[in-house]
């Protein structure tokens, strides 16, 4: 355990820019994922017609 927590500190940048990445790539895809599902106004302006 003592040789990964060294290894973890000798390359702290990488898994700080690797943490980075991630958090970015995962906004980014949850922010897709809401602008294509999410229904535009007038759409949902009809279907609260609807009912």
């Given at each position: 355990?003592?040789?990964?927590?060294?290894?973890?500190?000798?390359?702290?940048?990488?898994?700080?820019v690797g943490a980075i990445v991630a958090l970015t790539i995962g906004f980014a895809a949850a922010y897709f994922v809401y602008s294509v599902g999410t229904t535009k106004g007038s759409e949902?302006?009809?279907?609260?017609?609807?009912?």
């Open positions: 355990m003592g040789e990964f927590i060294a290894f973890v500190k000798r390359h702290w940048k990488a898994y700080l949902a302006q009809a279907a609260v017609r609807v009912l």
